[in-house]
């Protein structure tokens, strides 16, 4: 409440009497001893001018703020974000937003990208916030977060270790150069470069025990005791000391760069961009679109590979030809997998200037490239399960385990139409999909819906073969000694 609310309060109030006055004196101050009241010791940066001028503050002087109150959902999206393009946003002291849509959805990098990853050897910091001076200075994203454990006699603790950092391949972004995007027009800063590596945030808090009163004592004697509780956590700090760091590259903290005035600016300091100006022309936009577009084909994103290349024959018909393989391809991905396998027929056959290949060769090629790029929802059978096998095999590859689940679940809802025996294809090998989904969640420590898989797996390829007392046994066997290679 504003100290004006609290005049109009009384002000509203007819006049007490001496004893009431003194009754509500005495009442506040045994109050004053007991706890801070949770209604008054939360947001820090309620609308005070405290509050404001701090995080204006740290808006200036904290340009290396660290992340660790997103949650893994920010985390993924900074992560993903930051693979494909440089990322923008709107940094106001104790708030930092991500401006998911400040890019070009059709060219990959047209602001900027990171470059790979430099790991450096680390140690193990750490330090403490016991007050609210220090919770602006040392993490003011945290303030809105934490502020009000600090407020209820909280300390935290914050231990990290920096493994790698991932640098911005240009020095500066003028705000001009974003100035026709309106998706960037909030953007205050660009992330210049982040660490890699791991943390967890402890909170501490003084607790007062029981007084303890003893027979022919005088007074009492009382105790008091610390407890810890963990807030958050990314990585494994464990996994920091060895050699393949796997769980300990999770982006911790951030270094931000206010744009420039013009181009080529940085804070106010003229100087060359590092990377050249992309091609603003319908050409050089085109040949960036349909680069993005092999990029989508990889991914197995055919509609997105589709939506590029289309854009880029708008902007240069005379070069469409060029991707008649690529589009092929993301047709066949997209769904559209007879189309596909014409235009394929179609291409190979026109690259195939000496005449060398059969007809014959030329469908076994438009074959074998179908079976891997259309989707397991068409086709036969063993159409279908092919193409399965080998959609898991490439997106366990890319670690793309929801595409892994996806073909796993079109090929199990298959397999009970599918003809006796189950040793044999194509029963068999409709099987093996669901052991190679299974193993695609093992490779990306998914360990329970890895077992689930298996278990899944087994149940098909053996229940009914045996006894359900000796299925039982050897089921329970296998799954344990499968998910016992899992470490989460």
């Keep these: 409440m504003t100290p004006h609310?609290?005049?109009?309060?009384?002000?509203?109030?007819?006049?007490?009497?001496?004893?009431?006055?003194?009754?509500?004196?005495?009442?506040?101050?045994?109050?004053?001893?007991?706890?801070?009241?949770?209604?008054?010791?939360?947001?820090?940066?309620?609308?005070?001018?405290?509050?404001?001028?701090?995080?204006?503050?740290?808006?200036?002087?904290?340009?290396?703020?660290?992340?660790?109150?997103?949650?893994?959902?920010?985390?993924?999206?900074?992560?993903?974000?930051?693979?494909?393009?440089?990322?923008?946003?709107?940094?106001?002291?104790?708030?930092?937003?991500?401006?998911?849509?400040?890019s070009d959805a059709g060219i990959p990098g047209r602001y900027g990208t990171y470059q790979p990853p430099v790991f450096t050897s680390g140690t193990l910091e750490s330090f403490e916030i016991a007050t609210e001076d220090e919770l602006y200075a040392k993490l003011p994203l945290g303030v809105a977060s934490f502020g009000g454990r600090l407020s209820m006699g909280e300390q935290l603790k914050l231990s990290y270790y920096v493994t790698g950092t991932r640098n911005a391949a240009r020095e500066s972004v003028s705000a001009e150069t974003l100035a026709q995007n309106p998706k960037c027009a909030q953007a205050t800063h660009f992330v210049s470069s982040y660490h890699l590596g791991a943390f967890e945030l402890d909170s501490r808090e003084q607790r007062a025990a029981e007084a303890e009163v003893g027979v022919g004592k005088v007074g009492g004697g009382g105790s008091s005791k610390r407890s810890e509780k963990n807030l958050k956590k990314g990585g494994e700090l464990s996994d920091c000391q060895t050699q393949s760091q796997r769980a300990c590259r999770v982006p911790i903290r951030v270094v931000l760069q206010p744009l420039g005035g013009g181009a080529g600016e940085v804070a106010g300091v003229a100087g060359p961009p590092v990377s050249a100006p992309a091609d603003e022309t319908p050409e050089g936009a085109a040949r960036a679109l349909r680069a993005?577009?092999?990029?989508?084909?990889?991914?197995?994103?055919?509609?997105?590979?589709?939506?590029?290349?289309?854009?880029?024959?708008?902007?240069?018909?005379?070069?469409?030809?060029?991707?008649?393989?690529?589009?092929?391809?993301?047709?066949?991905?997209?769904?559209?997998?007879?189309?596909?396998?014409?235009?394929?027929?179609?291409?190979?056959?026109?690259?195939?200037?000496?005449?060398?290949?059969?007809?014959?060769?030329?469908?076994?090629?438009?074959?074998?490239?179908?079976?891997?790029?259309?989707?397991?929802?068409?086709?036969?059978?063993?159409e279908r399960i092919n193409r399965a096998l080998a959609a898991v095999g490439a997106a366990s590859a890319r670690g793309d385990t929801a595409r892994c689940v996806a073909e796993g679940e079109s090929i199990a809802k298959l397999i009970p139409s599918l003809p006796m025996p189950k040793h044999l294809p194509p029963r068999a090998t409709a099987n093996v999909v669901l052991m190679h989904t299974a193993n695609c969640l093992l490779a990306a420590k998914q360990c329970d819906g890895a077992r689930t898989w298996f278990d899944r797996y087994y149940e098909a390829q053996f229940k009914g073969t045996m006894s359900d007392a000796e299925y039982a046994k050897l089921a329970k066997q296998q799954s344990d000694q499968f998910v016992s290679r899992c470490t989460p």
Aim: charged share 25%.
């Design 5 to 102: 609310a609290t005049r109009r309060s009384v002000h509203s109030f007819p006049a007490l009497s001496l004893a009431a006055t003194l009754l509500l004196a005495s009442f506040g101050a045994l109050t004053a001893c007991g706890p801070p009241n949770p209604a008054n010791s939360g947001n820090l940066t309620d609308d005070t001018a405290i509050g404001k001028n701090r995080c204006a503050d740290a808006a200036t002087g904290q340009l290396r703020p660290f992340i660790v109150e997103w949650d893994a959902t920010d985390l993924a999206g900074f992560e993903a974000k930051a693979a494909r393009d440089l990322v923008f946003v709107k940094y106001e002291g104790c708030s930092l937003t991500v401006l998911e849509g400040c």
């Design 292 to 382: 993005g577009a092999r990029q989508k084909r990889d991914r197995a994103d055919g509609p997105g590979c589709l939506e590029d290349l289309d854009r880029a024959d708008r902007l240069d018909p005379h070069n469409a030809h060029q991707e008649g393989y690529t589009r092929a391809l993301c047709e066949m991905q997209a769904g559209q997998c007879e189309a596909g396998k014409r235009r394929l027929r179609d291409v190979l056959a026109a690259q195939d200037t000496g005449r060398q290949k059969s007809d014959a060769e030329l469908d076994q090629q438009v074959k074998i490239l179908g079976d891997s790029q259309c989707l397991s929802s068409e086709g036969t059978p063993e």
